[in-house]
Nanobody, 121 residues
Framework: VQLQASGGGLVQPGESLRLSCTASGRSFSRTTMGWFRQAPGKERELLAYIQWGGDYTYYEDSVRDRFAISRAIGANTVYLQMNSLKPEDTAVYYC???????????????WGQGTLVTVSS
């Protein structure tokens, strides 16, 4: 299984980026997929996930009104549209498939390689 993420880069505050993640190696038709991020000196955190078999989505509070997760089932791809980016959004963003939860901690069985998003003027 491989998750290939792309779309990161350097943007100014207030601008937008769209991250993409394409999965290969098996079908993810019944798998929840999501995006995490890890900022310097901080733990990895779950940002959003989407249930593959339905339309339920989850967002972390700090991104709920600015980010949107979607998927293209036929392409086995999940996207993260990020609007109104802030300097505090600077982090390495990871796509994930087959999310798990232990207590209050989210993790995933499969991870992409990470893509760096830098928000700076």
């Amino acid at each position: 299984v491989q998750l290939q993420a792309s779309g990161g880069g350097l943007v100014q505050p207030g601008e937008s980026l769209r991250l993409s993640c394409t999965a290969s190696g098996r079908s993810f038709s019944r798998t929840t997929m999501g995006w995490f991020r890890q900022a310097p000196g901080k733990e990895r955190e779950l940002l959003a996930y989407i249930q593959w078999g339905g339309d339920y989505t989850y967002y972390e509070d700090s991104v709920r009104d600015r980010f949107a997760i979607s998927r293209a089932i036929g392409a086995n791809t999940v996207y993260l549209q990020m609007n109104s980016l802030k300097p505090e959004d600077t982090a390495v963003y990871y796509c994930a498939a087959d999310l798990t939860k232990s207590g209050s901690v989210w993790s995933s069985r499969y991870w992409g390689q990470g893509t760096l998003v830098t928000v700076s003027s």
